[in-house]
């Protein structure tokens, strides 16, 4: 979806500013909205794509106008609400007002080590051969699908060169969309910075981002 | 995305409105029987106490050490630092670029906030902030500017974006003048900036 999230190369936002001694978190409430959000995963059985889809689809306004943490609980009750965990009545009550849903586990707090030890890897058997091989040139489709994609304006349509191959992994944009998660080879792809901003941009730079098979064609 | 972070506006005694809808939510989620508080508090602890870029600082200090390290580290960086013990959630699949005398490294998520957090623990606001995502790509030296970084205008810039499940680190130059020094002394010139590539590890002179 062509959102607020989707960034790269937009102007006006002013410089980075970088805050001294930065604590973790900046209030009380971010650290549980943090810790709930992460929680939730086990009970909510969503994955890390609908996560972001669920983010990301807040309106752009809303989306800028949110701080991070804030931007987390919009996507956690959103995905609460969808699978009928907890309503949106009971979110503006600020109680609950339906019997719980079975859930298929609950995060205790002496599985988080294990847990978060073990992650979760998107690698995956590939199930059809490499298209592209390192040092070939690709480019990035023109395509502005209306669900979750990671695959940023700012590259779609131009050139670039395939660096990495990092085998199969988990398809976001089918994952989000409760499709499967039909993983396709992940390359990484690098673009001159010229190909992507024009001639004024630096000469020697580049940009690379991690690009499912599907996101290009050869050139 | 607003850069004032902090909502803990202070109406009086009173506490801010995401302070109440988050507990109020808390509540209703260990109610239902979804959440463990506990499992909260231990979540919350580790990322607040255990793991930082404390971590990611005895990687680079390491590799700068060890010739044969640092080849595994460039080679398969999740299975380099998995040696040290960092590993898991958001470090799944890690890839560790070097800077050297021409060439400098920028990690960006542009997306959304993907950091390597086994190494760095999780990001500052500033990284997940609409001035850094938007301009790290099309404008790095800029973004460099506003961390007081200026690189020679030949050498080459290579930002990589974290659209996916690979996590980057940047191995910083080692600094001149700690020719003799040991691992966990190298480990106290790597700041978290020079492994995201908005910043250069300490020289000697910089620590007491």
Do not use: N
């Given at each position: 979806m062509n959102g607020a999230q989707d960034m790269g190369g937009m102007m006006g936002f002013g410089p980075v500013l970088a805050e001294q001694d930065e604590p973790v978190f900046h209030a009380p409430w971010e650290r549980r909205a943090f810790a709930l959000t992460l929680a939730m995963g086990a009970p909510g059985g969503w994955n890390i794509d609908q996560s972001r889809a669920a983010r990301e689809s807040l309106s752009p306004t809303e989306y800028l106008a949110k701080s991070y943490y804030e931007i987390w609980i919009a996507g956690l009750e959103k995905l609460m609400a969808e699978r009928g965990l907890v309503g949106s009545d009971e979110i503006e009550a600020g109680k609950s007002l339906h019997a719980p849903k079975a859930v298929p586990r609950v995060l205790s707090a002496e599985r988080v080590p294990a847990v978060l030890a073990s992650g979760g890897p998107t690698q995956r058997i590939a199930v059809a051969p490499q298209l592209f091989q390192i040092g070939q040139h690709v480019r990035a489709h023109n395509v502005h699908p209306a669900g979750h994609t990671r695959l940023p304006r700012y590259v779609r349509g131009r050139v670039g060169t395939i660096t990495h191959v990092h085998g199969a992994h988990v398809h976001p944009d089918s994952n989000a969309a409760g499709r499967g998660e039909n993983p396709q080879w992940l390359y990484t792809v690098r673009f001159s910075a010229r190909e992507?901003?024009?001639?004024?941009?630096?000469?020697?730079?580049?940009?690379?981002?991690?690009?499912?098979?599907?996101y290009l064609e050869p050139r | 995305m607003h850069?004032?972070?902090?909502?803990?506006?202070?109406?009086?005694?009173?506490?801010?409105?995401?302070?109440?809808?988050?507990?109020?939510?808390?509540?209703?989620?260990?109610?239902k029987g979804y959440v463990d508080p506990k499992a909260l508090d231990v979540l919350i602890e580790t990322y607040e106490t255990k793991v930082g870029p404390h971590n990611g600082a005895k990687v680079v200090a390491k590799a700068w050490t060890d010739?044969?390290?640092?080849?595994?580290?460039?080679?398969?960086?999740?299975?380099?630092?998995?040696?040290?013990?960092?590993?898991g959630r958001q470090g799944e699949h890690m890839v560790a670029v070097e800077n050297t005398l021409l060439v400098h490294n920028l990690v960006v998520c542009t997306l959304?906030?993907?950091?390597?957090?086994?190494?760095?623990g999780l990001p500052?606001?500033?990284?997940?902030?609409?001035?850094?995502?938007?301009?790290?790509?099309?404008?790095?030296?800029?973004?460099?500017?506003?961390f007081g970084v200026a690189l020679p205008s030949d050498k080459e810039i290579r930002v990589w974006d974290s659209t996916a499940e690979i996590r980057y680190l940047v191995l910083p130059e080692r600094p001149a003048g700690a020719d003799d020094?040991?691992?966990?002394?190298?480990?106290?010139?790597?700041?978290?900036?020079?492994?995201?590539?908005?910043?250069?590890?300490?020289v000697p002179g910089e620590i007491s």
């Open positions: 992507l901003w024009g001639e004024a941009a630096d000469p020697t730079g580049t940009v690379s981002v991690d690009a499912w098979e599907s | 850069d004032d972070h902090d909502h803990d506006h202070d109406h009086g005694s009173h506490l801010s409105d995401m302070e109440l809808r988050v507990r109020a939510l808390e509540s209703i989620l260990v109610e010739p044969h390290y640092k080849a595994r580290l460039l080679k398969d960086a999740t299975a380099a630092i998995a040696e040290l013990g960092f590993m959304c906030s993907c950091y390597p957090w086994p190494v760095l500052p606001v500033w990284y997940k902030s609409a001035p850094y995502r938007s301009r790290a790509v099309i404008d790095p030296r800029s973004v460099l500017a506003d020094w040991g691992e966990a002394e190298l480990a106290a010139l790597v700041t978290r900036d020079s492994m995201i590539g908005t910043g250069l590890a300490k």
